[in-house]
């Protein structure tokens, strides 16, 4: 079963395993083939610099739970520096679909964190685009394996019946002024099937059946913008950070891959 | 050496500990007899001749009530070394027949299961009873033929499609061949709620469990010893594993210590251990798994700081307490982040 989900060599994996550093740009061999190729696919051969000292990705070395890994890209840009950031993509090139989502972001939005389910020992890619509309990359090194198809997790049956349940929470910090930025977190109860989970009974493949978009806006304005993949995991939770524009409400929307649209709206909560 | 093979599975993988027997209680049995099996009669088409001039070791048990007895685990992961033999397994013998209560991490622990067994009685065995779906526990099923009827929970069949598969490709690495003759061997008989076996002037009662450590739990009671297996919805010695649900778990806890038991056979731990008192360290951590991660939760801490802070303290009661604590935590804080 994780046959079917591997999609690079098991050399490309030996040979990153053996010494890597974070944070450090592309060397020769074969993973950085595997990712050049999904560079080039994933960002129409635009050139990648090196994001070191601008961007940071944060993902335990060694994975507890190869279905649900934190995964924490931040910019980090040197003080003074106007340059704002547009995008972000985490990458995780030895996983089925590598793109494991695309995070469009609004105004003041620095830190995206996530959990993802990673396939075997593979090199991960936070990509991010600036103002200055050149792209970042910086990556980091994860040991994990079966992710992707692992089953569900337990108590599926009665998480099922609660599929598109949103939660929203804001997080406060003590006397800061009312536009710092804050915290906050989407979750959406969700199976997001990666259709690579294989019904042993019918031998079947479990469709796809994953959120492919989630929203967040503060009053009408755009925070938030995830373009999701398989690898995202069950029930999938967002924390960002953002700048308060003011707004009484915050609103959230998901849409699967059935089309389902999921919807909720959540009053700001003062910072106090 | 692939220590920490399957992180979705961690209860794979070879770290090297070994322990010998506990000698709680009567003499542990250890014949020096050795008993070549006719694999080929047990396994159908996958035995090779080779293996009927295997020498099978019975596997060490100990008598701890009148015609009930168990082996006692190794406080370990998974590996090719220990042959998977880190659950507790046992077996009840009655005037009709033999129940067997789980079959152990691989065919060859359970082919050494079946020789102990075959050491103490010629009497048939009538039921093997799965108490969760874990291949340490279910991985020697394959050993046990018809007329055996298979007794599991209601969730087990589907437990065991859905993982099975699974956990056969994930252990590769940690056990090698050892893995080539395991099958994934559902029960035939479920137990919904509750249900009685008769082994002949012996009553065995089953119950299944919501989902407490996994969602597969079935715990089994001999009434006429005060004997209570639990399979892994208690562990000894042996850091719990929350694979199911820590609110479901805690709860059943309770529901157990309130059962007329004098004694319980962990799923890992000692061969047995005096009822109520041995649920007390495991329900202190996982009220503190609990209370620590509402607390994260509360305070906003991330999930990935939160998995290496939660239980923390809980550290030096524990063996395996690194292998498993933050995978527990991380299940934990994911289920309780919900409410």
Not at chain 1, 136 to 142: A, E, G, L, Q, W
Not at chain 1, 193 to 204: F, I
Not at chain 2, 148 to 167: C, D, I, K, Q, W
Not at chain 2, 213 to 222: A, C, K, N, P, Q
Request: charge should be negative; charged fraction near 20%; glycine fraction near 8%.
């Amino acid at each position: 079963m994780i046959g079917t989900c591997l999609r690079a060599s098991a050399v490309a994996a030996l040979i990153v395993a053996t010494s890597w550093s974070s944070a450090r740009p592309s060397l020769a061999g074969d993973a950085d083939d595997s990712w050049r190729e999904i560079a080039n696919n994933a960002f129409n051969g635009r050139p990648l610099a090196d994001g070191s000292g601008l961007i940071t990705l944060e993902m335990p070395a060694r994975a507890e739970d190869a279905a649900v890994v934190p995964a924490t890209m931040r910019t980090n840009l040197p003080v003074g520096d106007t340059r704002t950031l547009r995008s972000l993509t985490l990458v995780i090139d030895e996983n089925p679909s590598p793109v494991a989502a695309t995070f469009n972001v609004g105004p003041g939005v620095t830190m995206i964190s996530t959990r993802v389910r990673v396939n075997s020992h593979t090199k991960v890619h936070a990509v991010a685009e600036l103002s200055d509309d050149r792209l970042y990359v910086v990556d980091t090194y994860v040991k994990a394996s079966g992710g992707c198809s692992a089953p569900m997790a337990n108590s599926a049956e009665e998480n099922a019946t609660k599929i598109g349940q949103m939660q929203f929470r804001q997080f406060t910090k003590t006397a800061e002024p009312a536009n710092a930025p804050r915290e906050a977190q989407i979750m959406v109860r969700h199976p997001n099937n990666s259709g690579l989970q294989r019904d042993q009974v019918t031998l079947y493949y479990i469709p796809l059946f994953i959120v492919r978009q989630l929203r967040v806006w503060q009053g009408d304005q755009l925070v938030l913008e995830m373009d999701g993949g398989i690898s995202i995991s069950e029930n999938p939770n967002i924390r960002f950070s953002y700048a308060p524009n003011g707004a009484s409400t915050f609103r959230t929307e998901a849409i699967d891959t059935d089309g389902h649209v999921f919807k909720g709206e959540w009053p700001v909560e003062p910072a106090t | 050496m692939g220590r920490k093979i399957c992180c979705d599975a961690n209860w794979a993988s070879g770290a090297d500990e070994t322990r010998q027997m506990s000698s709680l209680g009567s003499r542990p049995l250890r014949s020096a007899a050795v008993i070549p099996l006719f694999i080929g009669l047990l396994l159908g088409t996958t035995a090779t001749p080779t293996y009927s001039q295997e020498v099978i070791e019975p596997l060490s048990v100990e008598q701890i009530a009148s015609g009930i007895y168990v082996h006692s685990g190794e406080i370990a992961l998974m590996s090719a070394a220990n042959e998977g033999a880190i659950a507790n397994v046992g077996f009840v013998i009655g005037d009709k027949g033999v129940a067997v209560i789980d079959t152990g991490g691989s065919v060859r622990e359970g082919r050494r299961l079946l020789a102990a067994i075959h050491q103490i009685t010629d009497k048939p065995i009538l039921y093997v009873i799965n108490t969760h779906g874990h291949p340490d526990h279910v991985f020697g099923n394959a050993v046990f033929q018809p007329p055996t009827v298979f007794v599991g929970s209601h969730n087990l069949p589907r437990e065991m499609a859905e993982r099975g598969p699974y956990y056969l490709n994930s252990f590769r690495s940690a056990m090698g061949a050892l893995l080539d003759e395991v099958k994934i061997v559902p029960p035939s008989v479920t137990v919904d709620d509750q249900m009685q076996l008769d082994l002949g002037h012996r009553k065995l009662t089953l119950t299944a469990w919501r989902a407490s450590h996994s969602d597969s739990d079935l715990t089994v009671f001999d009434e006429s010893s005060g004997v209570l297996f639990a399979g892994d919805l208690v562990f000894l010695r042996h850091i719990p594993v929350l694979d199911g649900s820590l609110r479901g778990w805690l709860k059943t806890i309770d529901e157990l210590a309130k059962l007329p038991a004098k004694s319980v056979v962990p799923g890992h731990g000692p061969a047995s251990a005096p009822w109520p008192a041995a649920i007390d360290s495991e329900r202190d951590y996982l009220e503190r798994l609990q209370s620590d991660c509402l607390d994260l939760i509360k305070r906003g801490i991330p999930l990935a700081a939160a998995s290496q802070l939660a239980a923390a303290s809980e550290k030096s009661h524990w063996e395996l307490f690194d292998e498993y604590n933050a995978r527990n935590a991380t299940a934990a804080y994911s289920e309780l982040e919900w409410e």
